[in-house]
């Protein structure tokens, strides 16, 4: 049987974001795929390098609006990676807080786009409906439902209202009730597991050799979490299991992030009890920024957030490295997207949670003859789908 | 003996230039060594690749892997200097980590860096740009 080629994308009604996939089918199979990134030029990096310190954070915060604390917490890390500044308790528990309550509303937005991918509205209903309670919860801390602005180099920029903690305590234990329902669904639904026992299998070794991080690789059996392995902030101070299973379908990492809400619920009860009985600062001012380098991290819910920054002893980094969990997600698609029937391909690569914006955050698009945008993107876009058009129909 | 002083006690004739912070060593290898470091620090040591960060100094392009210890929580980081600046090459260590394509396709992307041995060299995020990038992370030199 002679092979086809499928495009997924650039714009395709399973991706929220632009990107382009290319199917090489056999009949049903999927026997190749590549991958063609690069459709959203934001300059992340290049611009941070002339921002002062503080306003890098809130630079990074706008790299993903899901993972919107991510990394303004690995940036943060970094810098403080260079400058050595000890952290007050309370800010801790806050950040680990604030961290924690992402990951459950990052988990349960790809719950539901799962359940919806995969024709199961139900799931997606459900999921979306218990994520508004904690985007609630990021209200009362910060004010703001996404983008919560928390995060400073020596603590955080916002304290807790004791008074607010009852009731976050009460949101909390309504959602804990209906996770652990929602964990028991995962657990028996016939509908769930026909469609994803055994899809998109990742193997052990792939994943390490693709360097994947978070959910998918611990759904494959790799037990690496930065919680426990570097553990910043709080998260030395609570107790919490790290998710490891091992078949590395999509069923396992529906199943670890499942699992995984249950566990940040426990942690952020943690939070919550020690912020009501512990006082003190949030923040020690840090005055000047040596001359260095520092790395940071945090175990966003994709997986490890990476940040670099080096310094020369100014108020701006000369270099701010920025590796979000997805750049190195993504190309597992090579893995585990090969041998499976195309019905299963769109669910596969929904699996890892894909974030493209963080993928792309640094490219840059500019003109040859000075930094600016300067190209018309629209004779551009007609140029390529033209292009596309001769590729497919070879006329 | 922690992993840091094994790493040295193995690999410190190849390393120059170490900077040692806890839980991070930054080090210097040259491109020759490369490969013989980066295997030991993935297959020996079990070490994943966070990232490669490349960095403009005066000395010349600076490329910085990152690779972390998880079972310590440790960063190993060999540095590799280029001083020629108008035909950055060195060698790619995507043969030995596979998870290393990608970033070195984006560092060809907006450095012009070339790394030899690398099974598909192209760029990365400007693949489908009509001019092509032009390296935009040289636009400028830092200290």
Not at chain 1, 157 to 179: G, R, W
Request: glycine content about 6%.
């Amino acid at each position: 049987m002679s092979k086809n080629t499928i495009p997924v994308g650039p714009f395709h009604p399973l991706l929220e974001e632009a990107e382009y996939f290319t199917l090489q089918v056999d009949g049903e199979t999927v026997v190749d795929i590549d991958l063609d990134i690069g459709w959203m030029h934001r300059g992340h990096e290049f611009i941070s390098e002339q921002k002062t310190f503080t306003q890098s954070i809130y630079l990074v915060e706008r790299i993903c609006g899901i993972c919107s604390t991510s990394h303004p917490i690995a940036c943060v890390h970094a810098i403080e990676d260079v400058c050595n500044v000890e952290i007050p308790e309370r800010a801790c528990y806050i950040r680990t807080l604030v961290g924690e309550l992402e990951r459950i509303h990052s988990h349960l937005l790809w719950l539901g786009l799962a359940g919806h991918f995969i024709g199961y509205d139900t799931v997606w209903m459900w999921a979306w409906k218990y994520r508004e309670p904690v985007l609630q919860m990021f209200e009362i801390i910060s004010g703001n439902r996404n983008h919560y602005g928390m995060m400073r180099v020596g603590g955080v920029a916002k304290d807790v209202d004791p008074a607010a903690v009852p009731e976050l305590s009460k949101i909390l234990d309504m959602i804990e009730k209906k996770m652990i329902m929602i964990a028991k669904v995962a657990n028996d639904d016939p509908v769930l597991k026909s469609r994803l026992v055994n899809v998109g299998v990742l193997s052990k070794q792939d994943a390490i050799n693709f360097c994947a991080v978070g959910p998918t690789s611990r759904a494959s059996g790799v037990p690496a979490d930065v919680r426990r392995d570097e553990p910043n902030d709080a998260y030395g101070l609570v107790d919490f299991k790290v998710i490891v299973t091992e078949n590395g379908d999509v069923y396992d990492k529906l199943v670890v992030r499942v699992l995984e809400i249950i566990e940040s619920i426990k942690i952020v009860r943690q939070c919550l009890d020690k912020l009501a009985n512990i006082q003190g600062p949030i923040l020690n001012n840090v005055k000047e920024i040596p001359p260095g380098e520092g790395i940071g991290r945090y175990e966003a819910p994709r997986g490890e957030v990476f940040h670099y920054v080096r310094t020369d002893g100014t108020n701006r980094p000369i270099r701010h490295k920025v590796r979000a969990p997805s750049f190195v997600n993504i190309p597992t698609f090579m893995a585990s997207c090969k041998g499976i029937p195309i019905a299963d391909a769109l669910i596969t690569l929904a699996a890892v949670d894909p974030c493209y914006c963080c993928t792309e955050r640094s490219l840059k698009v500019v003109d040859h003859n000075r930094d600016s945008l300067n190209i018309n993107l629209l004779a551009a876009s007609r140029t390529r789908t033209e292009e596309i058009r001769r590729e497919i129909h070879g006329r | 003996m922690d992993r840091t002083d094994e790493f040295l006690k193995e690999m410190g004739n190849k390393i120059s230039e170490q900077i040692r912070k806890p839980k991070r060593l930054y080090f210097r290898v040259e491109n020759k060594d490369l490969l013989e470091v980066v295997e030991y620090l993935f297959k020996k040591m079990a070490c994943r690749l966070s990232t490669a960060t490349a960095t403009e100094v005066h000395r010349g392009i600076e490329v910085l892997y990152q690779f972390s210890h998880d079972a310590s929580g440790c960063y190993f980081c060999p540095r590799v200097v280029m001083t020629d600046l108008k035909n950055p090459v060195m060698s790619s260590i995507t043969p030995v980590v596979r998870g290393a394509e990608w970033i070195e396709r984006e560092m060809f992307d907006f450095w012009g860096i070339k790394f030899e041995g690398h099974p598909r060299m192209e760029p990365l995020l400007a693949r489908e740009h009509p001019k092509g990038l032009g390296h935009p992370y040289r636009f400028r030199r830092t200290t």
